[in-house]
């Protein structure tokens, strides 16, 4: 499975970003993914996720600093995940990694990264204030 993450940038605070995370596979139906960030001297910090796929139905899963600005959704078809970010604040700043576990079970999301099974090459999100 190969994970390619785009759509990082430059934006202002209280701007918008979407990221977006392409994978390889025929199943991607069925993979648990999340997104992950990591600020410079930081540790890599879980940001969101959305369980496999039953029919239309997802779980997802947010950290606390993220509720309420951050939405993530996939597109099955289309074989990727997306992060949508609203109201960005400078303390958003870090490169974001997409990652996808295979083997997880319908309505669990993963926060812990090393359940994660492949990850992509991440994309910096610059917030300025």
């Known amino acids: 499975v190969q994970l390619q993450a785009s759509g990082g940038g430059l934006v202002q605070a209280g701007g918008s970003l979407r990221l977006s995370c392409a994978a390889s596979g025929r199943s991607f139906s069925n993979y648990a993914m999340g997104w992950f960030r990591q600020a410079p001297g930081k540790e890599r910090e879980f940001v969101a996720a959305?369980?496999?796929?039953?029919?239309?139905?997802?779980?997802?899963d947010y950290t606390d600093s993220v509720k309420g600005r951050f939405t993530i959704s996939r597109d099955n078809a289309k074989n990727t995940v997306y992060l949508q970010m609203n109201s960005l604040k400078p303390e958003d700043t870090a490169v974001y990694y997409c990652?996808?576990?295979?083997?997880?079970?319908?309505?669990?999301?993963?926060?812990?990264?090393?359940?994660?099974?492949?990850w992509g090459q991440g994309t910096q999100v610059t917030v300025s204030s």
């Open positions: 959305i369980s496999r796929s039953r029919g239309t139905t997802h779980y997802r």
């Open positions: 990652a996808a576990q295979i083997r997880s079970t319908y309505y669990t999301t993963i926060s812990n990264p090393n359940e994660y099974d492949y």
